[in-house]
Nanobody, 118 residues
Framework: QVQLVESGGGLVQPGGSLRLSCAVS????????MGWYRQAPGKQRELVAR???????NYVDSVKGRFTISRDSAKNTVYLQMNSLKPEDTAVYYC????????????WGQGTQVTVSS
């Protein structure tokens, strides 16, 4: 069983920064994939950034160069540093994880709202 709790969302002006955190219950050792999705009103959920096997990362094109995913295994936490935020980044951001015991099942957090507006 994996539980994910996001934090760090809020309201920020265009060009500003936020850092999202995703705290993972239990050890991250058996998690084989982890990252962030987002869903804007009226749109489908889209992958923003993720770690995959071997520690590689990938990002959706629209955030490359602006967002950085990182992790602190000692704190069982994954972060999403978001810089140069744009109004189109406004969405609910969700943390997800895949555990090696069942690679077909995705665990999700409750989501955190990010609003970019002047």
């Amino acid at each position: 069983q994996v539980q994910l709790v996001e934090s760090g969302g809020g309201l920020v002006q265009p060009g500003g920064s936020l850092r999202l955190s995703c705290a993972v219950s239990g050890s991250m050792f058996s998690i084989i994939a982890m990252g962030w999705y987002r869903q804007a009103p009226g749109k489908q959920r889209e992958l923003v950034a993720r770690f995959i096997s071997g520690g590689s990362t990938n990002y959706v094109d629209s955030v490359k160069g602006r967002f950085t995913i990182s992790r602190d295994s000692a704190k069982n936490t994954v972060y999403l540093q978001m810089n140069s935020l744009k109004p189109e980044d406004t969405a609910v951001y969700y943390c997800y994880a895949v555990h090696e015991a069942d690679p077909t099942y995705d665990y999700w957090g409750q989501g955190t709202q990010v609003t970019v507006s002047s």
